[in-house]
């Protein structure tokens, strides 16, 4: 519009020397029609100037009312656009902030214009001198911060920030609403149908099976879930990740839904579930399920065990696991170690660090089967032997069991690839006693009573898991009766697995069933000498009064936790920390114990025991340890302390009987 006026004034221009040359000439022809025509034109020129003065008066003053109207409805964007801006100064502070941002965060700028008083739990020193982005979250309202930094000018020689705030609320709402009807895979087994249906009439088995589908059914069919059984015991289910999430929160009652089903032998029913979440694809999720449910298998049944990426959560697990009264799966492990030994050149065997008697005494048991078959055999024993040096003296001094005994150096020495490990007394490859030599050995065999960890040695040729026997030695003892061979057991052989048995069911009071007496009976006809037993668990005076001194500074929590410490310097404190931890649960109220002792410098160990009203396997899990429902442990080292343990196993346990 400016330049057409500014065009008109030279036209005007041109006009105006175009009527002053024809004066001139009309001038020269009439001296006096020139001066008229003079007098005339000037008086044109005049009126159109004092035109021309008004109309620019006219135009600049409504150029002026546009550009404040244009002014005003810019402030008036900025101030309500449904945007927030806001400008922060180089003390961190906020300068200005326009309405929006104020309502959005709550913020009074002027009282709180510090960027940590806005923006609670963002560190401005990451974002200060930058430009990106950050996500964040006010009162279940969600917003994505833009951010951009002012260099300082030359007019001005302070830098600022400016904030763009969007409000994605309603975006963050239809994200988490696509995300919680993404599928997960899972699968579910009916674990004891056998047990629970012994010697039931045909008519009774199939009330309870039918009882148990339709608990199933109907838990998962009112969460909208897709469940389909594919074969008498085994359900395939397919549910929304909120519905995951419901079942989490409930702590998945299912299981103690069908725990109540009432039986008429009084065997409870129970089902293991393995679930996966995560992006893989669906064979991706069949084989993570599949594996989640070998793992609440493996760690006893009655169990749901949650894969998400690489978390995994336990669910249930209250329920002692049934013991299988056949001993056909013995024999056939029988046979396959005994064919693994025989195409092995050498064996050698290996408990956890800080070897207890039930794992050497496996480790004895071990050497017999490969002695039986005629390898030469070995057993590796880690550099801490305070546990159970009275049973490494004794083998020691045994002419035959001596030299069998080896360190991991010397081991790695003479392992080949034709060689086998056996890993007694735990499967957790991070507590082994030769780390070095599990990585080293081609051919494993893991032997094991505890229910399985989410960390597994693995690969293996075999891996026996048997998470009701009361101990590895159990398991040792049933193998060497149906390996065969003409070898019978010495006693010290004997001796070592009994005491196994006796140090893991606290003296046949606590973890045993018949399997267990079958197998303390075996080994006493086989000679076990318990005089020799005894020996190895005797104490002296000193620690009597060590014991004495424990329990004189025991804490009690709540009524039915007790926790205490053993004295720095305690020797064998695994074995006396286990003991005393035993004994406080046989008190009137007391529910669990928590025996915390020294074995090595910047370590601390558990021992937990339970009269069953508490699974301390769970509790010594959020440690990171693990074990049995009544008897676990674990190990806590750097940052934690002895106090912020005690605080985790109060909160652990406090949660379990809320939920009981």
Known sequence: MLSEIWIYKKNEKIFIVTLFLLLVVIGCLNW???LLTAIVIIGFVIVIEKNDYKQERILLNYLDELSAGVEAGTIYAVKNLPLGISLMDEKRQFVWAN???????????????????????????????????FDYSLDEEYYRVFYKFIPPSKENGAAFMAFY?????????????????MPVFGLIRVDNVAEATQNMTDVEKSNILSEVDEVILSEFISRDAFIKRYSSTEFVICMSRKALEDCMNDNFNILDKVRDIHTVNRIPVTISIGIVKCEGTFAKQFELAQTALDLALGRGGDQAIVRMDKDV??????????VSSTRVRVRVVAQALREIIQESDRVFVMGHGHEDYDAIGAAVGVTHLAKASGKPVNIVLSAYEDTSHKMINALDADKEMGPMLMTEKTALNIITDKSVLFIVDTHVPQVVAAPELLRAAKKRV??????????????????????SASSASELVSELIQYYGGDRDLTTLEASCLYAGLVVDTKNFSVQTSVRTFDAASFLRRSGADAKLVRALFAVNVETVRIKSEIMAHLKTVDGYMVFAECPAGTEQAQIVAGQVADYLVTVEGIHASFLFYHVEEGVT????????TVNVQVVMEALGGGGHLTVSGAQISGDMTIEAATQKIVEEVRKQIKEA
């Open 605 to 612: 160990s558990i021992s937990a025991r339970s009269d069953g």
């Open 165 to 181: 705030l969007v409000n994605r609320t309603a975006m963050q709402q239809q994200i988490q609403a696509c995300k919680e009807a």
């Open 99 to 133: 309405g929006v941002f104020r309502s959005w965060l709550k913020a009074d700028i002027e009282e709180d214009n510090l960027f940590k008083d806005v923006f609670s739990g963002v560190r401005i020193s990451k974002i200060w001198g930058k430009t990106g982005w």
């Open 446 to 467: 893991v032997i094991d009573h505890h229910r399985r960890n989410a960390s597994i040695i693995s690969p293996t040729l075999l891996t026996y898991m048997e998470p």
């Open 313 to 322: 959560k336990a669910f249930g697990g209250r329920s002692s696991t049934s």
């Open 32 to 34: 006096m029609l020139g």
